[in-house]
């Protein structure tokens, strides 16, 4: 794995500037690409130097102090920290690329009364700003991997082992992973959520759709109830038209038949007169020659005048008939004139030829399915559509959601896998050089990784044994504290060459290491320093520590209350011993 600075050269601290600052009054600390050591007896102001470098950074942690006022020098208002980067090109591109000068100042102002702000290269800058141009550069002062403050080997320790693994994350540059996991994440989630909504409301609007539509299947079956019921209607009306035409062309058919029996009645009531006139003329011939038999004429006059008594009579009685047929028939007439006035308003003639009573037989099963359905909405029709075109918009939507949801899922996955498959690559390339350092000590150790599938629980378990013992997790419990300063020492050195930082500080690591072990360890961080030539590395001791002339050793000393930095470039011996 190779630094992402690699290419354009890291913006290593050039000097520190200290003024009331703790102990310090007033302190100029230049330092150099490498190895740094600054060295003094306890109490001379060394923690100070890198507590004002973390602070000037950012950095909320005091240790020292409850309140960032509390690091003012006492009898001072104010205090300031200064940082100064290299930020000179490198292969014609500079560290930090958005300022162009050959230095970057960062300070930090502190002022009694609790207020503080920050400067870069003398232009104001809030905390928020400093840190994001800081977080581009692979610096974040509150990592403990990056700045070790004293006892903070043994928080590093205590620490849950989430939190190291995110810490181990940040230090290496690949926080952006797990960032952009849980961005992922949150687009994940956001689109479940609004896919239940949508869901719901995709829910809720088929309810609509299905209601509507039965509302608008009811209206629709009662226009078409009721249209054939108006068909009904009108051949009801025409049917009884019908049967007044019926009515009415018997009564036609009646009278004409009667005025033809009163035609014939009259023809023979004509013809018996004449046959009475006839036989009478006879008789009274008879009677004035009474030769011929007498009796037989007045028989058949008689007889005839019955015949006419009867024809005439008959004829008489028919004619009456004749009289109230043309009444009845007047007035059928005038019934049918009303009943087609009636039809006609309901529309053009369809009898089909069926009897009223059955036309009305099933206009009454009609009424009743109309009465059944009740009253639908007017505008059910509407509503349908509306809720028909809101339900597809809706289904539309969800499709969407569902199709955005699924690629997220993937992308998430996606990142998950870059994620873990970028941490097994690390465990693989740190796990060997681990063990390789605790073996220089007598030590073996292990690094595992868990529950990869989980982001949330995630972890990294750190194991050390010593002497031949099997290692166990690395805690605040199990190991003694030189072993926890050991293990805590071995993994930061094996995981040096994936820092992202362009430094990395630790104050006093060896307070509590045997005088063997430490100088074991201060052999290995040396020469991972010499080793590493892009990176910059602060180490704060008060002991004795071999001296190389690659160091940039700095002395600081306490007289009469004040911090005083000094530089010790030239050396008698090669041991350099506080004084």
């Known amino acids: ?68 006022s509390d ?15 290299d930020n000179r090109p490198v292969g014609g591109r500079r560290p930090i690329p958005s300022i162009q000068s050959d230095t970057v100042s960062i300070a930090r102002f502190l002022k009694r009364n609790g207020e503080y702000w920050h400067y870069v290269n003398n232009k104001f800058k809030t905390k928020a700003e400093v840190t994001n141009l800081l977080s581009k550069i692979g610096i974040n002062p509150d990592n403990v991997l990056i700045i070790m403050h004293q006892n ?29 996991i849980k961005e992922a994440e949150q687009k994940l989630s956001a689109l479940l959520a609004e896919e239940a909504v949508i869901r719901k409301t995709l829910e809720d609007a088929g309810a609509a759709v299905d209601f509507w539509r039965e509302e608008y299947q009811k209206l629709t079956l009662i226009k078409e109830l009721e249209s054939r019921k108006a068909t009904l209607d ?35 009531a004509v013809e018996a007169a004449r046959e009475v006139d006839r036989k009478y003329r006879q008789l009274i011939e008879v009677i004035r020659s009474p030769t011929e038999g007498i009796e037989r004429f007045i028989d058949e006059l008689v007889k005839s005048a019955e015949r006419l008594g009867r024809a005439s009579a008959l004829k008489e009685f028919r004619e009456s008939e004749l009289k109230d047929l043309r009444y009845e028939l007047a007035a059928a007439e005038k019934e049918l004139a009303r009943r087609v006035s009636e ?84 465990v693989q390339s740190v796990e060997p050089e681990y063990s390789r350092i605790l073996s220089l000590v007598g030590g073996s150790g292990r690094i595992e990784l868990r529950n990869l599938h989980d982001i949330d629980k995630a972890s990294v378990e750190i194991y050390v044994g010593f002497r031949g013992v099997e290692p166990t997790l690395l805690d605040a419990h199990t190991q003694s504290g030189g072993e926890r300063i050991v293990a805590t020492m071995a993994f930061l050195l094996a995981l040096q060459k994936h820092i992202k930082s362009p430094f990395r500080a630790v104050d006093e690591f060896d307070v509590h290491l045997d005088p063997l072990n430490r100088e074991r360890i201060i052999k290995i961080l040396t020469a991972t320093a010499s080793q590493d030539g892009e990176a910059q590395y602060i180490i704060i001791t008060p002991g004795r520590l071999p001296y190389s002339g690659e160091m940039n050793v700095i002395l600081v000393q306490n007289v009469r209350g004040r911090s005083i930095v000094s530089a010790a470039e030239e050396m008698a011996s090669e041991k350099l011993e506080t004084r």
Do not use: C
């Open 71 to 85: 690091l003012i020098r006492r009898g001072m208002e104010a205090a300031r920290v200064v940082v100064v980067l």
């Open 1 to 68: 794995m190779t630094s992402v600075y690699e290419d354009v050269g890291r913006p290593y601290i050039r000097e520190v500037i200290l003024e009331n600052f703790m102990s310090h009054e007033y302190s100029r600390i230049s330092l150099n690409s490498g190895l740094n050591v600054i060295v003094g007896p306890n109490g001379a102001g060394k923690s100070s130097i890198l507590l004002a470098i973390s602070v000037a950074l950012g950095q909320s942690y005091t240790e020292r102090g409850q309140k960032l």
């Open 343 to 426: 039809a006609s308003s309901k529309g053009e003639r369809n009898d089909v030829g069926r009897r009223p009573t059955e036309v009305l037989d099933e206009m009454k099963a009609l009424e009743l399915q109309l009465a059944s359905l009740g009253q639908p909405a007017p505008q059910a029709e509407e509503m349908f559509m509306l809720a028909e075109a809101k339900f597809r918009e809706a289904e539309l939507r969800a499709k969407q959601l569902s199709e955005n949801a699924r690629k997220a899922l993937e992308e998430t996955e996606f990142r998950k896998e870059k994620w873990r498959s970028f941490l097994r690559s690390l």
């Open 152 to 180: 903070m080997i043994e928080q590093f320790v205590s620490r849950d082992s989430v939190e190291k693994l995110i810490m181990i994350e940040e230090a290496v540059g690949a926080a952006g992973l797990r960032e952009r």
């Open 234 to 268: 009108r051949e009801y009306y025409w049917s009884l038209v019908r049967e007044a035409e019926r009515s009415r062309d018997k009564i036609a058919e009646k009278l004409k038949n009667l005025n033809e029996e009163v035609e014939k009645l009259g023809a023979e």
